[in-house]
């Protein structure tokens, strides 16, 4: 094999798949890339077995071959480097030579053999979302997908295409945030739970720009990411969550008794400071509705107090509320607009935070002692 290429692009491919390559496994190929250079480019393959990714680097192939080198000390290595331009020879023994600049380095790969092949998909049943969609839907959501691995089928983000639209749920049993935006499918409905670990790769690869093709086949989904002209940059493989979700609607209060109109970012700052003064055994902050004011007080003891008063229009009966401070500030620091509001019934059933009509959050209260 021999190819060059610019160190920023091969940078790049290295930083997506040194995530999943895991050197750590009882399997040493897991922590290995495989470089295929073929045609314009070279294209580099990594997997743990539940998540797969491959990427394409456009590169001069002077002579084609597949090889498998260490993902982690790859990465480090050409991060270093400061040559805008490198080449790579490796032998038929897998010792790769690189060169950059003045630099040299011989770094011992592994046969491709042992190396497990991602699996085929067929794409004529898929469905397409931009990029920057899914970015905002992950952003919206994945903070309350569940960590507790006693509840598995919480453990990842449920995805559900529908009606020219893809829906995103995730939730941790005590909050849950729903958002959706416009999809096209080839399919009328197609639901699914992607992994937690998927998700957190996913983040890492969407752009502004651009579109991404999911298809399901068998227990997997393949993504597709495509640039805005089109090609192909990166595909990801991951197995995907077992079991039925639950009915998200269920939770979602239909009536309310009160609502108010809240500026996002002076909220969010009131709930940080007067969270300062809670704990561990003592984590919940009370809101309270008067007349034209809402209240948020916290008291913990061998802590202190705090409170703070914002001015509002609201005109119903008097109410107080208890939650969790950290899941009002979770969500109010994953929203851009301006405004939100919240809506409640009373002390004792969940409340519910919108931004439009295409995102909400529904937050279980805290029983106050």
Request: overall charge negative; hydrophobic content about 40%.
């Amino acid at each position: 094999m021999k190819l060059k290429c610019r160190k920023d692009d091969l940078l790049y491919g290295f930083q997506q798949v040194q995530n999943i390559a895991n050197a750590r496994t009882t399997l040493p190929i897991l922590g290995h890339v495989l470089m295929d250079a073929k045609g314009e480019g070279v294209t580099l393959t990594a997997t743990d077995l539940e998540v797969g990714i491959k990427i394409h680097i456009p590169s001069q192939i002077e002579q084609e071959g597949i090889t498998t080198l260490p993902a982690r000390k790859m990465f480090n290595l050409i991060r270093e480097l400061s040559n805008p331009d490198l080449k790579i020879e490796v032998e038929s023994n897998h010792l790769a030579h690189i060169y950059c600049g003045t630099s040299f380095f011989k770094i011992i790969g592994a046969s491709e053999t042992d190396f497990p092949k991602l699996p085929l998909f067929d794409q004529e049943k898929r469905f397409t979302l931009n990029q920057k969609d899914l970015k905002d839907l992950i952003h919206k959501t994945s903070y309350a997908i569940s960590k507790d691995e006693t509840r598995y089928v919480l453990n990842g983000l449920y995805l559900s295409f529908q009606d020219g639209k893809v829906i995103a749920v995730a939730t941790d049993g005590r909050r849950l945030a729903y958002a959706q935006a416009p999809g096209k499918s080839e399919e009328t409905l197609r639901e699914f739970i992607l992994p937690s670990k998927a998700i957190q790769e996913i983040s890492k690869i969407l752009k502004d720009e651009g579109q991404v093709l999911f298809v399901p086949f068998e227990n997997q989904v393949a993504f597709i990411f495509k640039s805005s002209k089109g090609v192909d940059e990166c595909i990801l493989i991951s197995r995907l969550i077992e079991g039925s979700f639950p009915n998200y609607k269920q939770v979602i209060p239909s009536k309310v008794k009160g609502m108010v109109i809240l500026d996002r970012e002076e909220f969010l700052s009131a709930v940080r400071r007067v969270a300062v003064v809670t704990n561990e055994k003592s984590n919940l902050i009370k809101i309270s509705f008067s007349k034209n004011l809402m209240t948020l007080l916290a008291q913990t003891p061998d802590v202190g107090e705090a409170k703070e008063e914002i001015p509002l229009n609201y005109e119903g009966e008097e109410i107080s509320i208890a939650f969790n401070p950290n899941y009002l500030m979770d969500v109010l620091r994953n929203l851009e607009e301006s405004e939100i509001s919240l809506e409640f019934n009373d002390a004792i059933s969940p409340g519910v935070i919108r931004n439009g009509s295409t995102f909400l959050y529904v937050i279980m209260p805290m029983r106050v002692s």
